[in-house]
């Protein structure tokens, strides 16, 4: 709980650094590795997560909405937080600075550098939302509503979480690496928080994107045929 309240609260300096250096851009995936922890912060134009796991064990994430506010600040809103859900719904905010390709973090007099891992550009990079999922053969749409599964990419780097924004739960996330080559959809999982036991497996989809639509299709983490429709959000 700690080390994701640190964790947490470096983040939202990070964000307000955004917005003080913007001849830079912080979009894109970030991380800092200790020598027990590696944390991931993702960033896309209006949406950030945060995650910190171990070799062996997930550990906690966090996230939301952020846009620029006309102070030269950065506003949030947490959506998310595996650790602490009574943090859902508010909104901190900090400072930061960069340094070239990282990202400098002062908290309590302690410096922590981020180390830049992409740029943010990919085909499939942003915001996206599952709105429809194949059952006995048949697509069927998917309500929109509080409760949501949403994943956030970069340029490289992956991340779904489950949750529902008016109560505060949080159902379950997982992350890591991708590609997205020649129709094809390849995951590498670094951390999932219902089974560290799949950490290191690679998952191909097949998958196609026709403007804000993504057809997703293949057999999901249990080996059980899956077929989805995401929408960029």
Excluded: C
Aim: charged content about 20%; hydrophobic content about 35%.
């Amino acid at each position: 709980m700690k080390i994701f309240a640190k964790t947490g609260m470096l983040f939202m300096l990070f964000l307000l650094g955004i917005q003080q250096l913007k001849a830079q851009s912080a979009e894109g995936a970030w991380q800092v590795k200790t020598d027990s922890t590696t944390t991931v912060m993702l960033v896309t134009p209006d949406y950030f997560t945060i995650t910190t796991y171990t070799p062996t064990a997930f550990v906690s994430t966090m996230g939301g909405t952020w846009q620029a506010t006309s102070e030269g600040n950065a506003s949030t809103t947490i959506e998310f937080n595996s650790a602490d859900k009574s943090q859902v719904g508010q909104h901190p905010d900090a400072a930061a600075a960069f340094e070239g390709d990282q990202l400098a973090l002062t908290l309590g007099g302690k410096k922590l550098v981020f180390t830049r891992v992409d740029d943010g550009i990919a085909a499939l990079a942003g915001r996206w939302q599952i709105t429809a999922r194949e059952a006995n053969g048949k697509m069927n749409s998917m309500p929109s509503g509080a409760r949501k599964t949403i994943k956030i990419l970069t340029g490289t780097k992956f991340q779904w979480v489950a949750i529902n924004t008016e109560t505060g739960e949080f159902f379950g996330t997982g992350g890591g690496s991708y590609t997205f080559e020649n129709n094809v959809y390849t995951e590498k999982i670094e951390y999932f928080s219902r089974d560290n036991n799949r950490v290191g497996a690679s998952l191909s989809f097949k998958g196609s994107v026709n403007g804000n639509k993504w057809d997703h299709s293949g057999k999901s983490s249990d080996g059980k045929p899956l077929h989805e429709e995401w929408s960029r959000r």
